[in-house]
């Protein structure tokens, strides 16, 4: 396979077919409601469930351009192309697929779920790859939401603050927080560029969140580990916590991201009084917070 000749153009009326053989529903995104003067899916629709630019879609499709194995799988991915589909589209460039590297399963340490279990008035979460939500404290679901409710698959702090209605109300400098949390995404994005599940979320917010789409596109980066976030709480009012994360010890990529706040303030007593209304709770849920890949 990796001797074919390069066929550009051929590649380029294969990317064209595939996506006027497939609707919006097909790829989770929403019809829209007006007719479509083509069949299929818009170009812009593909790009951003690709997370590539529309310009170089364009140019993909009109054979100006080389695409790269990871483009490739890419949009192999975004096109829901099967096996068959997935063969024709690396020999038409006549590139091998990269076969994807083996993913142990995201499972917090058991020493950060003990520290999770004791840190009784202060919200917590073990973080993952692509800032899944691994695990967290009953202070956490005391000031956001019960984590436990949200399918694991869907259970990212990304996603969350740009998709869930209460979790992003919860964020009075909501813009600045989102653009923080795009910014480390990209950071992570940067060391792990062919993670399949992290393109499946970036191409899903793309197509639902126009600031999403804007901020990813600015290529800022960020990897700070501290800083202040300010919530507006349905029940105890306005907070001001400290931020803090810490890296866990190994390759595992996992964080500990702790909420604390100034003792003698408002918002320590605030804290104090959401931990106090709600029991305790395992750090992991029995469903198994943890998803392997």
Same mark, same amino acid.
């Given at each position: 396979?990796?001797?074919?000749?390069?066929?550009?153009?051929?590649?380029?009326?294969?990317?064209?077919?595939?996506?006027?053989?497939?609707?919006?529903?097909?790829?989770?995104?929403?019809?829209?409601?007006?007719?479509?003067?083509?069949?299929?899916?818009?170009?812009?629709?593909?790009?951003?469930?690709?997370?590539?630019?529309?310009?170089?879609?364009?140019?993909?499709?009109?054979?100006?351009?080389?695409?790269?194995?990871?483009?490739?799988?890419?949009?192999?991915?975004?096109?829901?192309?099967?096996?068959?589909?997935?063969?024709?589209?690396?020999?038409?460039?006549?590139?091998?697929?990269?076969?994807?590297?083996?993913?142990?399963?995201?499972?917090?340490?058991?020493?950060?779920?003990?520290?999770?279990?004791?840190?009784?008035?202060?919200?917590?979460?073990?973080?993952?790859?692509?800032?899944?939500?691994?695990?967290?404290?009953? !202070?956490?679901?005391? $000031?956001? &939401?019960?984590? /436990?409710?949200?399918?694991?698959?869907?259970?990212?702090?990304? #996603? %969350? @603050?740009?998709?869930?209605?209460?979790?992003?109300?919860?964020?009075?400098?909501?813009?600045?927080?989102?653009?923080?949390?795009?910014?480390?995404?990209?950071?992570?994005?940067?060391?792990?560029?062919?993670?399949?599940?992290?393109?499946?979320?970036?191409?899903?917010?793309?197509?639902?969140?126009?600031?999403?789409?804007?901020?990813?596109?600015?290529?800022?980066?960020?990897?700070?580990?501290?800083?202040?976030?300010?919530?507006?709480?349905?029940?105890?009012?306005?907070?001001?916590?400290?931020?803090?994360?810490?890296?866990?010890?190994?390759? !595992?990529?996992?964080? $500990?991201? &702790?909420?604390? /706040?100034?003792?003698?303030?408002?918002?320590?007593?605030?804290? #104090? %009084? @959401?931990?106090?209304?709600?029991?305790?709770?395992?750090?992991?849920?029995?469903?198994?917070?943890?998803?392997?890949?």
């Amino acid at each position: 396979m990796g001797s074919a000749p390069n066929h550009p153009h051929e590649l380029g009326e294969f990317l064209k077919a595939r996506r006027a053989q497939l609707k919006p529903q097909d790829v989770g995104l929403p019809d829209g409601g007006s007719p479509r003067k083509v069949a299929g899916l818009r170009r812009e629709e593909v790009a951003q469930l690709a997370a590539i630019s529309v310009d170089y879609l364009t140019r993909l499709e009109q054979g100006r351009v080389q695409a790269s194995t990871s483009v490739l799988a890419t949009l192999a991915r975004a096109l829901r192309m099967d096996e068959d589909q997935q063969t024709y589209l690396y020999q038409l460039v006549g590139k091998t697929p990269t076969r994807p590297r083996r993913r142990v399963a995201q499972k917090p340490r058991p020493a950060m779920r003990r520290l999770l279990d004791q840190l009784t008035e202060t919200p917590a979460f073990v973080l993952g790859r692509r800032m899944d939500i691994l695990a967290w404290n009953a !202070s956490a679901v005391a $000031l956001y &939401i019960d984590f /436990a409710q949200i399918p694991a698959n869907r259970r990212n702090y990304v #996603r %969350l @603050l740009f998709t869930d209605p209460g979790f992003r109300a919860l964020h009075t400098e909501w813009e600045h927080d989102a653009i923080s949390v795009v910014a480390a995404l990209r950071m992570e994005a940067a060391n792990d560029p062919d993670d399949p599940e992290l393109a499946v979320l970036v191409g899903e917010l793309a197509v639902q969140d126009a600031d999403f789409r804007t901020w990813w596109a600015s290529h800022q980066v960020a990897g700070k580990s501290f800083g202040t976030k300010h919530y507006r709480h349905p029940i105890v009012g306005d907070l001001t916590l400290d931020c803090d994360t810490w890296n866990s010890p190994g390759d !595992s990529g996992q964080r $500990l991201m &702790i909420l604390t /706040a100034e003792p003698g303030t408002h918002s320590h007593e605030s804290l #104090r %009084l @959401l931990g106090s209304w709600v029991a305790p709770a395992p750090a992991i849920q029995p469903d198994g917070a943890a998803q392997a890949e």
